[in-house]
């Protein structure tokens, strides 16, 4: 059953970060979702981005945590510049049109992670209504 959730929040993490713009053949677009997934799951790694989250990324994908932190640092440009400007609004509250600085590696992160964890305990929420109504003949 894990598995099956795992593969659902994968989807879910990589169908926002496409809403967002994160272009999916980038580096980073990678680097990303596995932070997000990271976060999801225990959100003290967004905290301590250099120490755990990179070092974690750099070692599940070969590489240093320098240039997993440049090619995340590179998809956020990217999205920012180019993504869905009204999904920015939505997650962050501004947008690169209101002349503010685009969201650091962590603050990225924690949103998107913070907004898959919400969208999974309202599906929770409502498996468990259902599930409820249909014990009590509703």
Known sequence: MREKDDKKIEQMVSDMMLDIGVPAHLKGYRYVRSAVLMAEEDMKVVGSVTKLLYPE????YNTTDGKV????????EIS???GNKK???VLFGYCCENGKARPT????I??????IRIQLNE????KEQKIDGKEHGY
């Open 57 to 60: 990324i750099a070692k599940q």
């Open 110 to 115: 924690a949103v998107i992670a913070d907004m």
């Open 87 to 89: 999904t920015f609004e």
């Open 69 to 76: 932190e440049r090619a995340i640092r590179n998809a956020i």
């Open 105 to 108: 590696n962590s603050e990225y």
């Open 123 to 126: 599906e929770k929420k409502e």
């Open 80 to 82: 920012w510049e180019r």
